[in-house]
């Protein structure tokens, strides 16, 4: 079976993508926050990052100060987007309208630490507003959908909640123009397949399920084969079907990553490596991602650096 991704499935991503990068108007002009306080907003986003995040905060490691923190920023804006709807409040679509309002606001309150950084990152590395717009949109999804009938449907949504974080981290570590699009939405793609496959079954606990249902049929599965939570040969050749797709997506990313500035590109190609060194360990464990979450450890990731560190190059 043909697993290569096709060529009609990225084409209303990458006019998402182009629509941002065109949108000019909604780029942030530079607001004048306190230098203390601004130092505070942004230590309280790396404190964020370092929480709940053991990977970014390692890959980010990696950048130039100034680079690591707006990434840190960006990383505390998106998480407090996921907590947000997460949270399953029955006011979470209000709570969602009530933080765009504020973190989208050039001029933030000083004491919304969060928003603070965030406007200053966006300001000094001119990231479209549009792309965290259409976060928001994207983590918005989770209110009202849970299921997805195809790859297609799939991947909008992918494109939604990770694709535009690649985007504008674009703009934090600098990139050789639109030309490095494309491979900024497979990327983000790429990694959020990853995260789908690796969490599946604490989805599955709260109600998603983030995997094609047209495909899953394919395989002669269906949600209750998930719930079922066993892994039998039609769950395995499932999964790797899964795998390889999401493989070839970062393959086809990787030499995005020439387009970027060179002090950043050991970041992202870590953070790419990293990631995808999750579906070796669902692989290793026989595809099992109902009873145990997938991961590397830290001495792992540390072994994988010299390497990618000379790919990257």
Avoid at 240 to 255: G, H, K, S, V
Avoid at 275 to 298: C, K, N, Q
């Amino acid at each position: 079976m043909n697993v290569r991704a096709g060529v009609s499935w990225d084409v209303p991503l990458l006019a998402r993508a182009y629509q941002g990068w065109y949108a000019t108007s909604s780029v942030t002009t530079p607001q004048h926050a306190d230098a203390a306080v601004l130092e505070i907003a942004y230590a309280e986003c790396e404190a964020i990052t370092r929480a709940h995040s053991h990977t970014f905060h390692l890959t980010t490691a990696l950048l130039p100060l100034q680079k690591r923190r707006a990434m840190h920023a960006l990383y505390a804006f998106c998480r407090t987007t996921d907590d947000i709807v997460d949270g399953a409040r029955a006011d979470a679509g209000a709570t969602l309208g009530e933080w765009r309002r504020r973190v989208l606001a050039p001029q933030p309150p000083p004491g919304d630490l969060v928003c603070v950084a965030f406007a200053d990152a966006r300001a000094h590395y001119q990231i479209p507003a549009e792309y965290a717009e259409q976060l928001i949109q994207g983590v918005a999804r989770d209110l009202r959908e849970v299921r997805y009938g195809s790859f297609e449907e799939l991947s909008g949504y992918c494109y939604g909640v990770a694709s535009t974080v690649g985007l504008m981290s674009m703009h934090i570590i600098g990139f050789a123009g639109e030309l490095a699009i494309p491979y900024a939405v497979r990327l983000g793609v790429a990694l959020q397949l990853t995260n789908i496959l690796r969490d599946l079954g604490e989805d599955w606990s709260i109600g998603r399920l983030y995997l094609p249902q047209d495909e899953l049929s394919r395989f002669g599965l269906s949600a209750a084969n998930v719930a079922e939570g066993r892994v039998d040969d039609r769950w395995r050749a499932f999964m790797r079907f899964q795998i390889a797709r999401t493989r070839a997506l970062y393959a086809e990313a990787w030499p995005g990553i020439a387009l970027l500035n060179t002090d950043g590109r050991f970041a992202v190609a870590a953070a790419g490596t990293l990631y995808r060194a999750i579906l070796d360990d669902i692989e290793a464990h026989d595809y099992d991602v109902f009873g145990r979450r997938a991961h590397v450890s830290t001495l792992g990731k540390l072994r994988r650096l010299p390497a990618i560190w000379w790919t990257s190059r």
